[in-house]
């Protein structure tokens, strides 16, 4: 493998360059081209390598590096190279086009993302961005689905969101709250990641009642509203197959495939949905009605999928959900059409 050192990136950006460190990376801003340098290692959310495709920026940018980078993706009269620091020197990753910049009205950059012209090999992935082995969230809230989906969906919360730390207030479900509201509510232990990032289960206190209906959970731009019968142990809700305890389960098993730290999304045909699922147990639940829910589930170690049939005959709409990069690892081997992966 050949690697670059400081000296060449530095040659690399030409005549008078400006050098500007950053945590986790440097740049170097010159009359050819704008380098770009990140340290190695797994940090989502920070500054760098998100995935074979994409090098991540995040804070605040000096000025003349946020200048620069919206100068060059403009008009592209200048390179941006990248490069990833390993111990042993620069590995050349070369030509990056400038796909997103964030920023505010007055000119700051406080965030960017670069795709590479050449993807990462996945040996090159796990040199700079290694993830280590760890343990994978099981599956025993799965063998409880048909006979205690309440103790399911307990069980489900208790695994996925082991990590999370509980909230400084636990929710207070109202008295009357059917059984399985209750559970979900003091499951979540105040922890607002169980009601939801993308779509929200509403906390107890906006709870409201109409005419016999409780909407209890909304699309994050009002598409629509979630509601139960009030006066069951498990009621129904309003347009929905399953009772209140399989949607909460599909809602929070929705969210979780598609807000986890980790995720990959795709369109896939039928065959290639089907080998996918090989490697994972089917949630025995029926299609979600509401705008954007999931058409199946399916659950492996430390993985959770959707599939959304939105009809289009020719495949669905997949999003998978993990907390740790481990668990995405034996989706490599399938060599499947993603239009992101985070493993």
């Given at each position: 493998m050949?690697?670059?050192s400081e000296?060449?990136?530095?040659a690399?950006?030409?005549?008078s360059?400006?050098?500007f460190?950053?945590?986790?990376a440097?740049?170097?801003?010159?009359d050819?081209?704008l380098?770009?340098?990140?340290?190695?290692?797994?940090?989502?959310?920070a500054?760098?390598v998100?995935?074979?495709?994409?090098?991540?920026l995040?804070?605040?940018l000096?000025g003349?590096?946020?200048s620069?980078l919206?100068?060059f993706?403009?008009?592209?009269a200048?390179?941006?190279?990248?490069?990833?620091?390993?111990p042993?020197?620069?590995l050349p990753?070369?030509p990056?086009?400038?796909?997103?910049l964030?920023?505010?009205?007055d000119?700051?950059?406080?965030?960017?993302?670069l795709r590479?012209?050449?993807?990462?090999?996945y040996?090159?992935l796990?040199?700079?961005?290694?993830?280590?082995?760890?343990?994978?969230?099981?599956?025993?809230?799965?063998?409880?689905?048909r006979?205690?989906?309440?103790?399911a969906?307990r069980?489900?919360?208790?695994?996925?969101?082991a990590?999370?730390?509980?909230?400084?207030?636990?929710?207070?479900?109202?008295t009357?709250?059917?059984?399985?509201?209750r559970t979900?509510?003091e499951?979540?232990?105040?922890?607002?990641?169980?009601?939801?990032?993308?779509?929200?289960?509403?906390?107890?206190?906006?709870?409201?009642?109409?005419n016999?209906?409780?909407?209890?959970a909304?699309?994050?731009?009002?598409?629509f509203?979630l509601?139960?019968?009030?006066?069951?142990?498990?009621?129904?809700v309003r347009d929905?197959i399953?009772?209140?305890?399989?949607?909460l389960?599909?809602f929070?098993?929705?969210?979780?495939?598609?807000t986890?730290?980790m995720?990959?999304?795709?369109?896939?045909?039928d065959?290639?949905?089907?080998?996918?699922?090989?490697l994972?147990?089917?949630?025995?639940?029926?299609?979600a009605?509401?705008?954007g829910?999931?058409?199946?589930?399916?659950a492996?170690p430390?993985?959770i999928?959707?599939?959304?049939?939105t009809?289009?005959?020719?495949?669905?709409?997949?999003?998978?959900?993990?907390n740790?990069?481990?668990?995405?690892?034996?989706?490599?081997?399938?060599?499947?059409p993603?239009?992101d992966?985070?493993?």
């Open positions: 050949h690697l670059a000296q060449a990136a530095l690399a950006a030409g005549v360059p400006q050098r460190t950053l945590p986790h440097t740049i170097i801003l010159g050819q081209a380098v770009v340098i990140v340290d190695a290692g797994d940090r989502p959310g500054t760098a998100r995935d074979a495709g994409e090098i991540v995040s804070g605040v000096p003349p590096v946020g620069g919206g100068y993706n403009a008009d592209g200048r390179l941006v190279l990248a490069y990833i620091r390993l042993d020197g620069l990753v070369g990056a086009r400038v796909a997103s964030s920023g505010t009205h000119g700051i950059v406080f965030g960017a993302a590479p012209a050449t993807r990462l090999t040996d090159q796990d040199l700079v961005r290694p993830a280590p082995a760890v343990p994978l969230e099981d599956t025993a809230w799965l063998d409880l689905m006979t205690d989906r309440i103790a969906l069980a489900f919360i208790a695994t996925w969101h990590a999370t730390p509980a909230g400084p207030v636990a929710y207070a479900p109202p009357d709250a059917p059984e399985p509201l979900l509510y499951a979540a232990e105040g922890r607002k990641s169980v009601l939801g990032a993308q779509n929200f289960l509403r906390p107890p206190a906006e709870l409201t009642t109409d016999g209906w409780v909407a209890f909304d699309e994050n731009q009002g598409a509203v509601e139960h019968r009030t006066g069951d142990p498990d009621p129904v929905e399953e009772t209140l305890s399989g949607v389960l599909q929070v098993l929705f969210e979780a495939s598609f986890s730290p995720t990959v999304s795709g369109f896939l045909s065959d290639e949905l089907a080998r996918l699922t090989a994972l147990r089917r949630v025995p639940l029926g299609p009605s509401w705008i829910g999931p058409a199946r589930l399916y492996g430390g993985l999928v959707a599939a959304d049939r009809g289009d005959p020719d495949g669905q709409l997949v999003t998978v959900g993990a740790h990069r481990a668990a995405l690892r034996p989706l490599r081997d399938l060599d499947l993603w239009f992966y985070d493993g």
